[in-house]
């Protein structure tokens, strides 16, 4: 999954405005513009599609957390510069308040059966043996998942 389609899926699984997302990034302390969520929302071969980079992606699910979470006493955490899908899962975890059985119910409303083992391997860290590298199959139906539950099928 592209961040694109991350940031781009989130927000209507969320159903969230333009204000509402230029909020929760300025909850992260970084400011962006209408123009620039308008370009990331676009689809590939749009003109002024730009791509959406790591850091920025980090800035939006850091201030999902503090969105979902309130904000903690102390400096706001820094944005991670490289993401990768496990990084995502965890932040979105963070975010929603959810525990291991939570993901695995919403993963479970996309048809996606995995194992609490499988998934404590994706919030391992890299250098740990039972560490599991989060595949876009299971990002992509996680938050599918959470599109269900918050939205409806949209059928």
């Not at 204000?19 to 676009?42: C, Y």
């Not at 939570?102 to 048809?111: F, H, P, Q, T």
């Not at 499988?118 to 860290?125: G, N, P, Y």
């Amino acid at each position: 999954m592209t961040n694109n389609d991350i940031i781009r899926r989130l927000r209507f699984a969320f159903d969230f405005s333009d204000p509402k997302m230029i909020e929760i990034f300025g909850l992260a302390d970084h400011e962006v513009t209408r123009a620039q969520i308008s370009n990331w929302l676009l689809k590939e071969d749009d003109q002024y599609y730009e791509e959406i980079r790591d850091l920025q992606l980090a800035y939006f699910l850091n201030g999902l957390i503090i969105y979902g979470r309130g904000k903690k006493e102390g400096p706001t955490p820094k944005a991670e510069k490289y993401l990768n899908n496990n990084i995502v899962l965890r932040k979105l975890k963070i975010a929603l308040n959810f525990k291991d059985e939570d993901i695995l119910e919403i993963l479970e409303l996309e048809g996606m059966r995995i194992s609490k083992h499988e998934l404590s391997a994706f919030f391992r860290k890299p250098e740990q043996n039972q560490y599991r590298p989060c595949k876009d199959q299971i990002l992509r139906n996680f938050i599918y998942g959470l599109q269900v539950k918050y939205r409806g099928n949209g059928e």
